[in-house]
């Protein structure tokens, strides 16, 4: 896998201002603005629907801007990330896998008010969401989930997706919609790319004849990913695609060649605690701040990226402490000084948040992370 | 580093009820009394005082319970968790370096009603908490913060932590209390355990000597950790130990063999969503629940342990969902299946609720995580 060198161009937090506490999640407004309009435009282009996966930012603001901005509608991975986006959005994807009554029943519930589909990969999926929908008496729209290569959910082969639509056309209660794919596998870039994305077209093409053959139509073809979020016309099954960390980016898609460190939006601004330890400093961040994920297409760059001290490397982190290696450094950082990092993977950074900061045009406001905390 | 096997004698957590949503985390009341005691009958026998972690709960009734049981105090690592605690305890040590002004403002206002302390590596800190303690009119008490082998935080030398102990006797505002270390380098057992802990005392007794020498009294000498904590007699300079994690335990402890399974409290019960993938099923958890930290005595064990089948193992997670590789199972967990899993590390993992489910004698209780989402 290819690593991106990543550019010491980018400005660092100038915005944060001394009164929030540290650690702090900021966004930068404008940059969240820009990474929206920028896939709506690319989608435009190709005519693909964007269903943005508000995974990655849980509040209901930022979802109405991705709205505002054409999207066809949300995705979400949990009932209560759907529930709570219902309220800026009348057309939902719960890309999960839904299959226990509990969720079936909140699903079949919200159905009565909103077009809502769920993704499935099992017959007990399809029985449990049409039994639901019966006892609440709506429909639920349903997208066969394919596996095109990622092997973490989506059954194997066109024969298995079309064994499970013809289960749901044969139910009461669901609809049958199309297809959903998840190419959460593909971290190249270039020709490389291309070549992966091809054969996730030549599985769904299969899938879709298969069904064409049966008289199924497929009529909705979701995938997508931010990864190959800007090369999705490759696929072109695609109806439709679901990218989430887009609208922030993070190292993982800057060290992977997917943006510049321009574009990464939510940095985390800490302040250095300690400096006892020889060529090291301490953060007042560590995994209950950045998590444990490492950096995807470069697992030894370390625990982020300091944007205003970019040769030194967060080596290890406890739950509030980030350990950084400042060896490499010909300034280094000092006691009480504030520094700006942007975190490996922000989708489970933002998690840990109650509400974020918001800066744009010299203003601060909270966003609240609405959809965090959600049981199911 | 020698790798315990889990003995498989475990009671599944038979008391989750269907109602309550998954993933969940449950706690085995009995279990978290149980442990609350063992530590508490432990550091008696020794003439310890214990200062239990907050961190790992961050709930207020389970620090009552610790305060009931004995503990002389509480520790955290937060403001807004020494805050929160301050409700229930009047002793409390911020074991964390607190250099910043807007933290020590609020440090300082703490300590006018509560004895409160904190610990310290460096002279920002000890001025920046002696102004802020003149400002508000109270006193702060200091542990000087002496690393002894973990290299994360703490002065190196007993002649650095003379020097840090005289500024603090020179500063009005500060008092100067003992010495605090954190032996979180240590995750052996036995003999090799003795040895390292041999070591601590050799540095923490160095530092008091000089102290005496030049008239300083270390009144506390604080530290011990979870996998130290039934050992901490042979630091014979400690007065008091700040273990965190033995409250609920977690497969860090087990794995380590510093417990065994029965004496993990704390345990997320998941549902079954898919079993497309051959020789695999996928939970409703994945970072977003078990956190992406991985076992520390054992890395190659995957994401937590599932305690009704013992021979699978959770190789890979995504935000939401789990994979686990059952193809070392004989019987294999069915969609729609719900099954227990006992995390990795428990203290990130709770930190992602804002309540936890409390089952004590056939009852189903809400307990708050009362200290998360704290700001700084």
């Not at 919200?110 to 077009?115: D, G, N, Q, V």
């Not at 429909?139 to 024969?159: E, K, N, Q």
């Not at 999705?232 to 109806?239: G, M, P, Q």
């Amino acid at each position: 896998m290819m690593i991106f060198p990543v550019q010491n161009s980018f400005e660092p937090f100038a915005l944060a201002p001394r009164e929030l506490p540290t650690p702090v999640l900021v966004l930068d407004g404008a940059i969240v603005r820009r990474n929206i309009n920028r896939l709506a435009s690319y989608a435009a282009k190709h005519r693909l629907g964007v269903r943005p996966h508000t995974k990655t930012h849980k509040s209901k603001v930022i979802a109405q801007m991705q709205l505002n901005a054409g999207a066809i509608g949300l995705t979400a991975a949990k009932v209560g990330e759907v529930e709570e986006m219902s309220k800026v959005g009348d057309d939902l994807l719960l890309a999960f896998p839904t299959v226990d009554p509990a969720r079936c029943s909140r699903v079949a519930e919200l159905a009565r008010t909103k077009a809502l589909r769920v993704a499935v990969d099992s017959a007990t999926a399809v029985n449990s969401l049409a039994q639901a929908a019966a006892a609440a008496g709506s429909i639920i729209g349903v997208l066969v989930d394919v596996d095109v290569g990622m092997g973490r959910t989506g059954v194997a082969t066109a024969s298995d997706a079309l064994a499970l639509a013809e289960l749901v056309t044969r139910s009461r209660g669901v609809r049958l919609d199309g297809i959903l794919c998840y190419p959460g596998h593909i971290w190249s870039v270039a020709d490389q790319q291309s070549v992966q994305l091809s054969a996730v077209d030549n599985k769904l093409q299969a899938t879709v004849q298969l069904w064409a053959a049966h008289g199924l139509e497929a009529r909705i073809v979701s995938g997508g990913s931010t990864p190959t979020a800007f090369q999705s016309h490759l696929v072109r099954s695609y109806t439709e695609i679901r990218p989430g960390t887009y609208v922030f980016n993070d190292m993982n898609t800057v060290r992977g060649g997917f943006c510049s460190l321009e574009d990464c939006a939510a940095r985390i601004v800490c302040t250095v605690v300690s400096d006892a330890v020889p060529h090291q400093v301490v953060l007042d961040g560590g995994t209950k701040t950045f998590t444990s994920d490492i950096c995807i297409p470069a697992r030894e760059t370390g625990h982020g990226h300091i944007v205003e001290y970019p040769d030194a490397r967060i080596t290890r982190l406890s739950e509030e402490h980030g350990q950084v290696d400042v060896s490499a450094c010909a300034r280094r950082p000092k006691v009480g000084e504030r520094v700006t990092v942007v975190p490996n993977h922000i989708c489970p950074c933002l998690n840990l948040q109650d509400a974020v900061w918001w800066m744009e045009a010299g203003d601060v406001q909270r966003v609240r992370v609405d959809a965090r905390g959600q049981l199911s």
